[in-house]
């Protein structure tokens, strides 16, 4: 079975190394840390340096949110992921914007 990695559709956290124009460039992101319940987006870096390749469409490599709905087996399953600052009171930081609790 061949599945397509889901693509981040836009990105609103401008001061990323990978945000170029509202968009991230690299390959891909994972969201949560080890023991993280927070959707954050644990490849964000803020450094004077870009990074990223211009021609691609970053994408969600790995899920590791246990309570989001679109988790299966650590990989997301959402058509789409828009990534933003936390959106929950207990989290701080650029997240999954797309979470859903189960």
């Known amino acids: 079975m061949k599945k397509e ?5 836009s990105c609103e956290v401008t001061d990323c190394s990978y945000n170029k124009h509202k968009a991230c460039h690299t390959l891909a992101i994972t ?3 080890p023991a993280d319940p927070c959707p954050s987006c644990d490849t964000y870096l803020h450094s004077n340096k870009k990074g990223g390749i211009v021609d691609v469409q970053g994408g969600i490599g ?3 949110v246990e309570n989001c709905s679109y988790n299966q087996s650590l990989e997301c399953s959402a058509p789409s992921v828009q990534v933003g600052m936390h959106q929950h009171t207990s989290c701080s930081g650029p997240s999954c914007v797309t979470y859903k609790p189960r």
Do not use: L, P, T
């Open 5 to 9: 990695m889901v693509k981040i559709s």
């Open 31 to 33: 969201v949560g840390g």
């Open 62 to 64: 790995a899920c590791k």
